[in-house]
């Protein structure tokens, strides 16, 4: 186990290339269950990252809100919201 001041630690990648991050680790970035991380080379070193959250209809990274371990930004929920209430206004006419 890694302390939370330990910033470092050996690990041994598994059959199926898998890694275990340890949990202090997590813990500090604050990585759930189900988060996504961006992996990347940087000459010889494998880089490690929590992704950055981005809107699952049109990948803006900025004001977003969760929804079911989904991002989506404020003007995509006015969007949809907008939309839901013309359909409701038409059926309630209808
Ligand atoms: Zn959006």
């Not at 949990?23 to 929590?50: F, P, S, T």
């Not at 991002?71 to 409701?88: E, G, N, P």
């Amino acid at each position: 186990m890694v302390s939370p001041a330990v910033q470092s630690a050996t690990r041994r990648i598994d059959e199926l290339g898998r890694l275990v991050v340890p949990v202090a680790m997590r813990k500090r970035l604050g990585i759930c269950d189900g988060d996504l991380l961006d992996v990347r080379l940087e000459h010889d070193r494998l880089v490690v990252a929590k992704a950055q959250p981005t809107c699952a209809l049109c990948d803006d990274t900025n004001d977003l809100e969760e929804h079911d371990r989904k991002s989506l930004c404020v003007r995509c929920i006015d969007s949809v919201v907008a939309r839901h209430d013309a359909r409701a206004r038409v059926s309630v006419s209808a």
